[in-house]
């Protein structure tokens, strides 16, 4: 009646696949500090009536159950898929539904299976580096169909098994420091709480516990209201309590003060500053708001030039009072500072404009935007550039030191991305990338933007996942806004988080032989040199490409 198999936390089983076209796996390896991500997909062959209902309940046993977290996979629409070149590596380029929240078990801790549907349990197992484990241990998992009536004597029940080969050795700390934009009003929107409200500050910190959990230890920090995917010019989110005063402005920082309360409890590590300029060329004011004359109203917005005098005494004031504030509490080196977003070769000059406006200030801390052209570096214009992925050799081969690199809506074809059609494989094998070339930071762009491109509306993300059909499926968040403001993580989410565990195996790994030696057997277990576009798009590959690092380690302990 019921048919199931374990398979690889890589694979993406599609509601109207087989379970024959996935492959069992029930072991794994991992270091102390990481985790073990499995799946378990489920379909009923047919239906009896009378007999059993159709939901199942999994009950874990074994020395990892209490390690264990299930989680229901459920699908959603992917129908803007892709932007410019595509490739034959994608799971699929029309519109689908695809599997990607991983949310708890709601239904009275149950599942539900369904007949001709094929359906996924997430079986994730976090092992602390305190673990009382070593060597192979052993999950299994006791599966129950219940009776539909009294009337039918005993249920179907099965079981299944799986083991983690936990190697006795812990992974390093993270170094790569890593931002996925957080959009706090998009939360206050979605759960319909006050800006800055109680409510909202206990959202956000959820949110932000999640991001930290999956690898983000930076987190974008609104001191005013961002230029990002604001055309509709209706977004007001600044952290700065802002007084127009006889003499100029005053400032007061008890948001900010909340906010990197939040940041230190659940352990981010450095903030992101916002934008200071209009997207693509900082050609003119973001939108501020304060008092002036008793009266709470906006005070700049985009239609006010770069180079106004009035907007830049106010960012003046306003970088002179938050490093002030920030250097008194002792954490202004965990700050970043961005001009604007993705300047282009014809925007040369405001971008240099705004940036002369406040560089004096913001001397000897990092600036450092997207950008894709290696002149504006060369120039001096951006010292620390975060370079998109598809032009990531170009900076590399020249020898920029502490590289930044990103992705997007693009690049697509070719590349590592995180959209829905994508497998997870590609996703996570973006890791060696980032090792090879030495990747000091990576960012993509939406954590958890719930709006259109420009943000004219408001999207519900369980039901669109393109932004209104603006950017393809999975760019635009990682993360699923749960009930009672709970973060509900993404098959992407997760799985990068993997990638970012297999950066730091690699680092370990290189601490027992050397960069060149790790570099070296990665590239023959590829067969080719790693490159910027270099990804893996096979579960079954991933996982022999990690087992090929955990052992050289076994070797060495």
């Not at 965990?334 to 405001?350: A, G, N, V, Y």
């Amino acid at each position: 009646m019921l048919n199931c198999k374990i398979i690889s936390g890589l694979d993406k089983p599609l509601l109207g696949s087989k379970i024959e076209d996935y492959k069992e796996r029930t072991n794994i390896s991992v270091l102390r500090g990481e985790k073990a991500t499995f799946q378990m997909i489920y379909t009923l062959d047919f239906r009896k009536e009378g007999n059993f209902s159709r939901n199942l309940t999994v009950n874990p046993s074994g020395e990892l159950a209490k390690y264990t977290t299930l989680k229901d996979v459920q699908s959603v629409p992917a129908v803007f898929n892709y932007r410019g070149d595509v490739d034959d590596d994608f799971i699929t380029t029309a519109p689908s539904l695809i599997p990607d929240v991983l949310a708890p078990l709601s239904f009275n801790g149950r599942l539900v299976a369904c007949y001709g549907a094929l359906k996924s349990l997430w079986i994730e197992i976090e092992i602390p580096e305190n673990a009382e484990l070593s060597g192979k241990a052993d999950l299994k998992l006791d599966l129950e169909i219940e009776k539909w009536t009294d009337e039918v004597e005993g249920s179907f029940t099965s079981s299944l098994a799986l083991s983690v080969d936990i190697i006795d050795a812990t992974l390093p700390e993270q170094e790569l420091i890593f931002t996925q934009w957080f959009h706090h009003d998009c939360l206050a929107n979605y759960y319909r709480v006050k800006k800055w409200s109680d409510e909202h500050f206990e959202i956000i910190e959820k949110f932000a516990k999640c991001a930290k959990k999956n690898g983000i230890n930076m987190l974008f920090t609104p001191i005013i209201t961002p230029p990002l995917d604001n055309a509709a010019d209706t977004r007001d989110l600044q952290l700065a309590d802002v007084t127009v005063t006889d003499s100029g402005y005053e400032f007061g920082w008890d948001k900010l003060d909340r906010w990197i309360d939040i940041c230190d409890r659940v352990g981010i590590e450095k903030f992101e500053i916002g934008h200071l300029f209009t997207q693509g060329g900082a050609a003119y004011a973001t939108k501020v708001s304060g008092v002036k004359n008793g009266v709470y109203q906006r005070l700049f917005a985009k239609d006010v030039p770069c180079d106004d005098p009035e907007y830049v005494r106010f960012l003046r004031a306003l970088l002179t009072s938050l490093i002030a504030h920030m250097r008194a509490r002792g954490d202004d080196k965990r700050m970043m500072f961005h001009i604007s977003d993705e300047p282009s070769d014809t925007q040369l000059e405001t971008y240099n404009k705004a940036k002369s406006a406040v560089a004096d200030l913001l001397e000897g801390y990092h600036i450092f935007d997207a950008l894709s052209h290696y002149d504006f570096y060369e120039r001096g214009v951006v010292k620390k550039p975060v370079v998109i992925l598809h032009h990531l050799e170009e900076f590399a081969e020249k020898g920029v030191p502490g590289l930044w690199t990103y992705n997007c809506c693009a690049p697509a074809g070719g590349y590592s991305n995180r959209f829905l059609p994508m497998t997870l494989s590609r996703n996570r094998s973006l890791a060696l990338v980032l090792y090879k070339y030495n990747i000091e930071g990576f960012l993509h762009w939406g954590f958890n933007f719930y709006n259109t491109s420009g943000s004219y509306n408001e999207i519900n993300p369980f039901h669109d996942t393109n932004s209104g059909g603006h950017f393809p499926s999975g760019d635009a968040f990682s993360v699923y806004p749960g009930t009672g403001g709970t973060p509900l993580e993404s098959m992407r989410l997760s799985c990068f988080a993997d990638g970012l565990c297999d950066l730091r195996a690699f680092k370990l790994c290189e601490s027992l032989y050397s960069r060149d030696e790790v570099i070296s057997a990665l590239e023959a277990f590829l067969g080719a040199p790693i490159k910027a576009n270099t990804y893996i798009n096979s579960s079954e590959k991933m996982h022999a490409l990690r087992e090929m690092i955990n052992e050289m380690i076994k070797a060495k302990i």
